[in-house]
Every structure is written in structure tokens, then in C-alpha cells.
């Protein structure tokens, strides 16, 4: 081997992405995703609500985690975007007289347009400062929206049974599925959740195997390097912030769509739309694609059978939180992930040196 | 116009209460470059061992404080030294998380202990007075011992700070951990003594809050956020900052309330979002960071 090494020619490099537990993850990926979209054909109105729970929880962990696990913007005030996106959909619809699906892309792209002049303050804070005055923004827009009277005000207000039955596809889900109203628009708002769940997590994807997504992991493991380097700090956080905000709002949109109620109070609220997905993504493992959806399980699960516990289950919650952060803070998949070296979503590249002596060996 | 007056008057004296709110956080920010994102939900629990000491043993709330504020100088301490000083080094999300979770667990044990029923701290006849000031205006003597405390406070800060040995060790450490080391100073030991006092300005806030209104478990989140706004409007790195920058977010509020009484808080968040895009670092800032 001496020679050889040494000369070049036998010995090169290439970058290998997926390894083989990747190509199985993929593989099954497909399978589940299959198996949840025909799910409705056998499962009760229960599950399915349930089901959309941890759906939209899941994709708004996975935005939370592009924006604070990766680009570094540690973001408290994330109901800003999901309540913005509720309040468009029931102003588009209400007031409007646009059709609900079509709602949730444009409640996105209009809360992409109030992220940016929202992106311009906040980003004057830095670091710790940042997240608590994206808070003071969620707070400013709950606010504003509790002075709008056309939406209720402070009292907030329901979507009229019209509009709720007006999604399109729902006589074709009642007799496709032998379903009342109710349960077929729930059957529709479950493959809404299912499909922007799935956009969120291929979004996510795609964006960290692009050249931003290597940028996105340099900023992530040493942010002065990385500006060193010639990465567009400032810029790429600034499309990040954009983007998450536009997947948030339709998320947003697509909750309050089901929920077809709503209110300043429950819209922005810290608890619901902050506190639990931060929690999520760092008991499951921040600054990883998998982390966020190990934990959206773990919190479906805690919320089903702990949930009526009250403020206990908070307590706990919040305790949990804190030891993760204290005792393993890359989370529960960071603890799996570096026992068996397993990745699900193969975001890294790994230089892999193949050369004779490399087969042999 | 005299109506306008009196908004000035009562905002500057409602400034003095978020001073209070803000000097605490002040201080953490200053020595440990600590976010504490429960500070509200502390404020709210002081206010909570105030109405315990004083129901307790029969006493008046400011004596009270004399006998929760030692009990909450070692609270912190103790939290700074088992559970925060873990969390401090070059990342930023271990001490926003934790103390995150921290602001979820005091409010749902207050919740759990106290209920959510709004408490009040009862000191007798001197809440409702008040000095006339002539035209029809008076101030309550309440707020104006508040904004009287929050100057005291501010000057015994920086007394402290910038007069005695344990100000300059909170000095040197905050601009260096390393070289203060270096020097023989214990920084885990003079995070907690940092920690330790910014409980005692918390339980003389606390003290203020529940003279001047009432509080429930639930308000924490929203003092938070007043402390915050103060803090960054008066400029980091200053005490007297702080204090401008209390003063200035309860003069905003006050003239929202004044225009529309719905408006009050939007006003204040407003007048904190204007400064950020105007001047950044703050009206009197002196840190860089």
C-alpha cells in the first residue's frame, strides 16, 4: 500500500449522502406515507383528529428546527405566523369569499410578506435578545388583531357552515367513504395535514442537501467560521426566517380551518404554538431532521394519556425540557443516532475514500 | 390638557414600576449575559411568598419583604449555583431553554398551589392615598414610592457596582471569565451573588406589583416582556438606561391609554419596536453586546 497511497491514482475520494440506513428509511418512508394516506379508509373520526394533531405539530417542529437548530434564530414568537396564518384564512374566506384550500397558500404567501418587515426589526436583536423580541412581535400582531372587528375582535369568531362544506372534494369523500359532513371534512383536513406535513419535511430536505443547506449546517456548527468562509450570513437567515414564516402561516391556516373557530388569545398563543414545539424538537433532538419527528411522537403520546393531568403535565413537560437540555442535549435521536451512527434523512456528507487498499481493508 | 398631564404623570410613575421590572434583568444581563426568559413568572412568584409571609404572620407587606427578600437572595443563589451556571459557555440555547421550561414550571406550580384567582397585597389606608398636586391632578402615593424605590434601587445598583470589591468582581467577570479567573476570582460563586441580588430587586418589584394591582399566576410572560422592553430601550450595560427605559415605556403606554384605553399595551410594544428601528443599540447604551 505504501506506493500506491502515496502516488494518488488508486487512491480517491468521493462524498457519499445516503448509507444503507438511509436508503431503507426512504424506502419505508414511502410505505408509512402510503399507509396514512388510505388510512382513512379504515380509521375512526378519533384517530384521524389526532392524527391531524400530530401532523401539524410535527411540521411545525420541523420549521422551528430549520430556524433555531440550524440558522441560529431562536425564535420564541413563532405563534406570530401561526395565528397571522388562521386570521387570513378566516379573513380570506369570511370576508373574501375565497375557497378554504385555496386560503391556505395564500395565507402562506402573505404571511411571508409580513415576515420580512417583521425580519428587519428583530434581526437588530441578536442571539438570546432576538427571541424575546420576536415575542413582543407575536404579542404586537395578537394585539392588532383583537382591535379588527370585522373578525370579531377580541371575542374572535367561527367559519360559517358554508364555507367549512364548501372544501372541494368533500361529496366525493362523503360517498367515496360512506361519510357524514363532519367526519368527510375531517377525512379532507387529515390528507391537507398529511401533504403539508410531507411538503414541510421535503422542503426541510431539500433546502439542507442544496448548497444553503451546507451553509445552513456550517452557520449551525460555528457561526464566525462560517462568515469566515464567505457564507451570506445575514442573507440566509433572512430567507430562512421568510420561508419557516410562510410554512408556518400555512400550517396556521390549515389549524384554524379545522378548528373553524377562532380567537386572539388561543391563535397567538406561546403555550400552543411555542412552548410545545420547542419542546418537540429538543426532547426529540434539535439540529437534526429526525429529532423533531421522534419528538412530535413522544408529545403526541404524553398529550394522550397525560394531557388531563393539567398543570401537572406542564410541570412535567417543562422539567423533562430542562433535564434534556442539561443531560443530553442533542436530544433522545442524538443519543441513538451516536450509539448506532444511524441517520433517517441523510443531510450530511461523508467523505468516503475508496482505492484498492480501501476494498481490501 | 390636563388630562394629557396627568397621562405624563401617571406614565412616568408607572415607568418607575417597570424600572423595577427591568433592573433585575438588568443585572443578569449585565454580569452573566444571561437571557432569563423567567424573569415575569419570578416577579410573580416573589409576589406570591409576599402574600404567603404577610397572610401568614399577620404582617404589613413591607415588612414582609424584609423576611421573603433573604429567603429569595438564596433562592437564586442557589438556582444560579446548581441549575443556571450549567447551562452558561458559548451556546446560547441552553440557558433560553432551560430557563423556559423554569418560566412553565412556576407558573403552572403557582397555578397549582394558589389557583388562578386574581391576589392583591392589602397595606391599608395608604393605598388609595394620594398628594394633590393642584388643577384637579393628584398622585398616588403608592406609585410615587415605587418610582422613588426604583431610583433607590438604581442608585444602590450602582453603588454596588461601580464602589465596592463584590462590583468589581461582577465588572471583571462580565468583560472577561477568563482573566477574572485568572485573578482569583470564582465566577460560578459571583454568578450566584449576581443572581442572588437580582432575586432581592425581584421581590422589591414584586412588592410593587401587587400594591399597585392585581396579579394571578398567568402575568409572568407579559412582565417579562416590559423588563425586556425597558432594558433594550434605555440601552444594555446601564442602570440609568434601564430607568429611562422604563420611564419612556410607561409614558408610551399611558398616551395609548390615553387615545384609546385598548391601546395601552399596544403602545408600549410600539414605542419599543420604533426605538429598535431607530436606535438599535438603545437611547444611553453603553455595552457592545
Redesign the interface.
Known amino acids: 500500500m505504501t506506493e500506491q497511497g502515496a502516488t494518488g491514482p488508486a487512491l480517491s475520494f468521493r462524498i457519499e449522502t445516503a448509507g444503507r440506513g438511509a436508503r431503507a428509511a426512504a424506502a419505508s418512508a414511502c410505505i408509512i406515507l402510503l399507509a396514512l394516506a388510505l388510512l382513512p379508509a379504515v380509521a375512526g373520526r378519533n384517530l384521524i383528529q389526532e392524527l391531524i394533531f400530530l401532523f401539524y405539530m410535527l411540521a411545525l417542529a420541523q420549521c422551528w428546527n430549520l430556524l433555531?437548530g440550524y440558522a441560529?434564530l431562536?425564535s420564541?414568537g413563532q405563534q406570530a405566523f401561526v395565528g397571522l396564518g388562521g386570521y387570513l384564512l378566516f379573513a380570506l374566506t369570511l370576508l373574501g369569499g375565497v375557497n378554504p384550500l385555496l386560503a391556505i397558500p395564500l395565507a402562506g404567501l402573505v404571511s411571508a410578506m409580513f415576515a420580512l418587515p417583521t425580519a428587519l426589526?428583530?434581526f437588530?436583536?441578536?442571539?438570546?435578545?432576538f427571541?424575546?423580541?420576536t415575542?413582543?412581535?407575536a404579542?404586537?400582531y395578537r394585539?392588532?388583531f383583537?382591535?379588527f372587528k370585522p373578525l370579531g375582535g377580541g371575542t374572535g369568531t367561527s367559519l360559517t357552515p358554508s364555507i367549512t362544506s364548501s372544501v372541494p372534494g368533500i361529496e366525493w369523500v362523503k360517498i367515496l367513504l360512506d361519510l357524514r359532513a363532519p367526519a368527510a371534512r375531517d377525512v379532507l383536513s387529515y390528507w391537507v395535514a398529511l401533504a403539508l406535513m410531507t411538503a414541510t419535511l421535503a422542503f426541510v430536505y431539500l433546502i439542507l442537501r442544496s448548497r444553503r443547506g451546507l451553509a445552513l449546517g456550517a452557520i449551525r456548527d460555528h457561526e464566525t467560521a462560517a462568515a469566515g468562509l464567505g457564507v451570506d450570513i445575514y442573507h440566509i437567515k433572512l430567507a430562512v426566517y421568510v420561508a419557516t414564516a410562510a410554512m408556518t402561516g400555512m400550517i396556521g391556516a390549515l389549524i384554524y380551518l379545522q378548528k373553524a373557530r377562532i380567537s386572539p388569545d388561543a391563535a397567538f398563543s406561546?403555550?400552543d404554538w411555542t412552548?410545545y414545539v420547542?419542546?418537540i424538537t429538543?426532547i426529540g433532538g434539535?439540529g437534526t431532521m429526525e429529532g423533531p419527528v421522534i419528538g412530535a411522537i413522544i408529545f403526541y403520546l404524553m398529550q394522550r394519556y397525560l394531557a388531563d393531568f393539567g398543570?401537572?403535565y406542564?410541570?412535567l413537560?417543562?422539567?423533562l425540557?430542562?433535564l434534556v437540555?442539561?443531560f443530553a442535549?442533542k436530544g433522545l435521536w442524538g443519543l441513538v443516532s451516536e450509539r448506532f451512527d444511524l441517520t433517517l434523512f441523510p443531510t450530511r456528507r461523508r467523505l468516503v475514500a475508496e482505492g484498492e487498499d480501501c476494498h481490501r481493508a | 390638557m390636563t388630562a394629557w398631564l396627568d397621562a405624563l404623570i401617571q406614565g412616568l410613575l408607572l415607568g418607575g414600576l417597570y424600572a423595577l421590572f427591568a433592573a433585575g434583568l438588568s443585572l443578569i444581563f449585565g454580569v452573566m449575559r444571561l437571557v432569563n426568559l423567567a424573569h415575569g413568572d419570578l416577579i410573580v412568584l416573589a409576589a406570591f411568598i409576599i402574600l404567603v409571609v404577610t397572610d401568614r404572620f399577620g404582617l404589613n407587606p413591607f415588612v414582609a419583604v424584609l423576611i421573603a427578600a433573604p429567603i429569595l437572595f438564596l433562592a437564586g443563589f442557589a438556582l444560579q449555583h446548581v441549575l443556571l451556571n450549567r447551562t452558561l459557555g458559548g451556546d446560547l440555547l441552553p440557558p433560553l431553554l432551560v430557563t423556559f421550561g423554569l418560566s412553565i414550571i412556576i407558573q403552572n406550580g403557582l397555578l397549582q398551589i394558589f389557583s388562578a384567582d386574581s391576589q392583591r397585597l392589602r397595606v391599608g389606608a395608604i393605598e388609595t392615598a394620594s398628594i394633590p398636586l393642584g388643577g384637579g391632578i393628584a398622585v398616588g402615593v403608592v406609585p410615587l414610592l415605587t418610582l422613588l424605590s426604583a431610583v433607590a434601587v438604581i442608585v444602590l445598583l450602582n453603588f454596588i457596582f461601580y464602589r465596592t470589591a463584590i462590583g468589581r468582581a461582577f465588572r471583571g467577570t462580565s468583560d472577561d471569565p477568563e482573566v477574572a479567573q485568572l485573578m482569583g476570582i470564582d465566577h460560578q460563586l459571583i454568578f450566584a451573588v449576581a443572581m442572588g441580588l437580582a432575586f432581592v430587586v425581584i421581590t422589591i418589584a414584586a412588592l410593587y406589583l401587587g400594591l399597585r394591582a392585581n396579579f394571578d399566576p398567568s402575568i409572568g410572560p407579559a412582565r417579562l416582556l416590559y423588563a425586556f422592553e425597558a432594558v433594550i430601550i434605555g440601552g444594555l450595560g446601564s442602570f440609568w438606561g434601564t430607568l429611562a427605559g422604563g420611564i419612556v415605556l410607561g409614558l408610551a403606554q399611558t398616551i395609548g391609554a390615553q387615545i384609546d384605553p385598548e391601546w395601552q399595551i399596544l403602545a408600549g410594544h410600539l414605542a419599543f419596536l420604533a426605538v429598535l428601528a431607530i436606535r438599535p443599540r438603545g437611547l444611553f447604551p453603553r455595552a457592545q453586546d
Not at chain 1, 437588530?124 to 435578545?129: C, D, H, I, P, T
Open positions: 433555531a441560529g431562536i420564541v426589526i428583530v437588530r436583536l441578536r442571539g438570546a435578545y427571541a424575546i423580541g415575542w413582543v412581535v404579542e404586537v394585539l392588532v383583537a382591535q406561546v403555550l412552548a420547542i419542546f429538543v434539535i398543570a401537572w406542564l410541570i413537560l417543562g422539567t425540557g430542562i437540555m442539561l442535549p
